[in-house]
């Protein structure tokens, strides 16, 4: 397998040849190749056994008409074994093609899911979180359905179909001519549907992620929705997305209802019982054989019939590999760098030139600073000025167009990826958390943490109080995205989970928040408390914050217009300044750009 860069890495996920759909289903099917063996073999003793039946019923037809003997029951018995051969091995069957889809399915979740952790977030930036989701749901059991029913169908078909030729072959060679007008008949036609559903299979597929995806954001963004009072107009959107979607299905009923090979059949199916009647007048065969073959050329009728639907879940499997394979191929743009630095981190933190965009256009320009370990630093600047940006680029979410951010004079590149971020804790503008206990959402990435190591963390981190006021405390479950706490609640939560992990640098994004004073004065001990012992960032709107930082970063539009500390900043920077407007009065006010 080719090397693929990736955040993240399992090591015993199987490797699969992902070159092509095809190639990727083929190495997913012969990670089990004994199951696909017993499927065909069970396959083929299952329609030989059926088209022994339609023989001997023949042969016992041709045994009835020479007048009753005792001859007739070693024939009867024949036709009873065989059927019950046939019942067992379709039995065999289906067991195995099932145990196979249901693996197959598991498998290339599996992979799937690993594949979007390795994922940077430049990619997740820009992905639709539903369309993955169905991509994970919807495709993958589109995969499972292709193996069982979908191939299994067509290997059992195939083999319907060509066990019953060559036994109408040993009847009389001639009997094949009809069947053989019958075969170039359905072959051209199968060809020729496959290539209108082809189209349509995948439109609906993308059609599908894109209902989902749409209505993921509507009910992420729920709030929003109801707020503004969109409802109706959400609402007419997903209808009139939804109609599309249904009127690929309707296409496809149309192809389908087109679907010209039953009509072969049926004309076909006459044309062999003239033949076969014509054959017997002429005295070439005996009537037992024009019953035997017409037996057997009704078999056809399951191969043509069982085509139409078969080859559609192939169709709709191959997209759906398609699909998910597109995601597994993305490549990313960092790599996790095994072989890379991996010590524990001091809290240095230079940028030298660093440029850096999102798209190709450039969010920061030239910026140079130099911060020594355990200082607090806060990064003041006007809205969209960049500075949660630049603080991604330390933790290396993102990496720098040109020049570089080094950590402890180690270029962020150079260090192995999982030991540098998992001594940067991020405190974010729009503190996620997920829907477990407050418990397991303090102790996220330090699973192993002791109950007086987590309420220890809740109280520096001045959330113990709160949550004790909970009838469930530490065992509440925080809802959909912590809707269920305020703002400052969970960014208290945070703080405990950043201080929980012990980071070397704390990067905490403050901008927002607005809150009463009480709450306010929480906070500030809470991020006192967290910046203690190391490199602390602080995006803050808060005066008083920026006051008691050690260093001060000023940003505006994406360019570092001025540093240094509260009192060499008034001195000499008129944009600090204006930070600091002075009302009357001589209250602090706020925060102007
Ligand atoms: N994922 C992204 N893709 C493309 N552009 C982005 C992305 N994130 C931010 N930007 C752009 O980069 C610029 C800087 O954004 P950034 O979030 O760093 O600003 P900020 O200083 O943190 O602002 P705020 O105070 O509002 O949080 C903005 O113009 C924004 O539009
Ligand atoms: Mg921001």
Redesign the pocket.
Known sequence: METVLREFHVEYIHAYDRKSPIRWILSHLLRYPHLPLLMVFASVVNNTAYGNIQLYIGKSFDQVLKGPTGALLPLILVIVLSAVLQGLTGLVRNYSVETLAQRIERDCREEYYVSLLEKSQTFH?KQRVGDLMSRATYDVHALNLMFSPGLMLIVDSSLAYAIPMIMIARLHLSLLLVPLIFTVFLVITLLDYNRRLEPVSLAQQEQNGKLSAEAEEILTGILTVKSNVQEKYELEKFLSDARVFRDYFIQQGIIQARYWPMLAFAVSWGMSLLHGLYLWRTGVISLGTVIGFMGLFNTFRFVTYISLFSFNTVQHGMASAKRILEIINTQTELDQNLQGVRKKIEGEVEFDTVFF???G?L?LKRINFSIEPGMTVAIV??????????T?LINRTFDPLVGSVRIDGIDARDWNLESLRSQIAFIE?DVFLFSRTIRENIAFGREEATEEEIVHAAELAQAHEFICSFKEGYDTVVGDRGVTLSGGQRQRIAIARALLTDPRILIL?D??SAIDSRTEDEIQKAIRNASLNRTTFI?THRLSQIRWADWILV?KK?ELVAQGTHEELMETSEEYRKIFSIVPRGKVYGFHT
């Open positions: 930036g965009g999102y798209n256009a969010v600047g006007g809205t969209g000025s960049g500075k949660t940006t630049l991604r503008q994004d901008s927002t995006i940003l994406g």
